[in-house]
């Protein structure tokens, strides 16, 4: 009887523990998911451009590479990227917060500070106009510095008199963003062998649209989540009162939200052309509401072109042409004994997919709640800034070329993880795995 009862009260006490355990670990993963939620709203405390999202330029990169191992170098690089700096895409874009400020300068209800911002818009309008979507002079830039270090880091891909094949979509500032990254790489090395593209004959892969996946991304559903999680979120009535001077008339004759969104993308754009070193928009909003803008802008990315289940969960095999491609191509040079590059130039709505597609640092994720996603450290910011890219490095051991031919992933010039087998070298997998992985979720895909 005795025994009996003192191992049922150490039943009792180890399942206690157990459960103690099991509630701290759950307490010490929340915490940590709250330290990177509090990290990523630091940040943009810090350096407000960080809530800019797909129009953040280009930041340096760290720099640090892994070595390869011992015997190993680099003999192709397969890429594609995002063009550079741009101006926004329309004229509606500027000229509709530049309407709606006039007309309540004109009935006299603007602030001193709304005033400040009408000038301001107003400068931005001259210098941008008749340029809506061009490449800016930082986008030119931003791709010759990508081309440098790419030839850099890896000079043996590029010697002597290698093939470099690019190719473009056909829109005018991409197809300059591939012209500056290659003109960088011959000033390096004249001898290089070029072929440059831009053709809708390769628009199946370089810029896919796919009906069905398009129609789920525009669905109800995604604008009723967008629009239901901004009216919980974002207040603009402090704006508003900063702006104008009569809430009866802002209340009657101003879009809150549409004037909100829209000073938000222009303080956003001013970090990517020259008129950056003139002048800022960032002080117009406080620290707490450029995080939750930049929160809906997040969403907005996971939404449409993530694994969000809201329009569908599948939206990253988009780019599944352009994926199969990447890995036929490669496949290709590597029989060759200078393979050289392959570089494509195209739109953050390629390499946003594609790079949960290929679930680099574990971002093909896929949550419910929006609000979710800076707690789990997802951010549109880290992965498509203007020249966002996406960079394959392949490996041969030239002394034992039996040996397996290793990849290396960067997203943006830094080292990513895979969801594959680890090699005695972090970051450097085995290309048949690669292959036989990738290939085997493109196949399953049933559109």
Known sequence: MGIAYLCMQLRIHHNDM??????????????????????????????????????????????????????????????????????????????RPIETLQRADSAGVLT???KEVLKKLRLMYTESYKRWGELTLLGAQQHQQIARRMYNRFPSVFRDSVWVDAKSTDVIRCILSMENELQE????????????????????????????????????????TIDEWAKRNIDTQPLMSRLFKDKEYVAKKVDASQLTFDLFSLASIVQNSEIRHSLSLYNLFTPEELYRLWQRSNAWWYLRYASAPQSGGNQPFSQRNLLRKIITDADSCLVLPHPGATLRFGHDTMVMPLTCLLNLNNSDIRVSDIDSLALKGWSSTRIVPMAANIQFVFYKNPKRPKDDVLVKVLLNEEE????????????????????????????????
């Not at 070595?67 to 101006?87: E, M």
């Not at 072929?195 to 996946?213: E, G, I």
């Not at 969801?419 to 992985?437: A, E, M, R, V």
Request: hydrophobic share 30%; aromatic share 12%.
């Open 185 to 224: 790489l011959i000033r390096h090395n004249p001898r290089l062998r070029i072929r440059h593209d831009a053709s809708a004959h390769d628009m199946y892969y370089m810029n896919q649209s796919d009906k069905k996946l398009s129609h789920q991304k525009d669905s109800s559903a995604v604008k009723k």
């Open 416 to 447: 990513v993880t895979l969801p594959l087998p680890k090699t005695s070298t972090p970051y450097y997998y085995k290309w048949s795995d690669f292959k036989k992985y990738y290939l085997a979720k493109l196949n399953a895909y049933r559109g």
């Open 18 to 95: 157990k459960k103690h355990l099991i509630l701290l670990c759950v307490l010490a993963f929340s915490a940590s998911l709250h330290v990177v939620a509090q990290s990523i709203r630091k940040q943009i405390e810090s350096h407000p451009e960080l809530s800019a999202n797909n129009y953040l330029a280009y930041p340096a990169p760290s720099g640090k590479l892994t070595p390869a191992p011992s015997g190993y170098l680099p003999v192709y690089l397969s890429h594609y990227g995002r063009h550079g700096s741009r101006y926004l895409i329309h004229a509606q874009q500027y000229l």
């Open 112 to 114: 001193n500070e709304g």
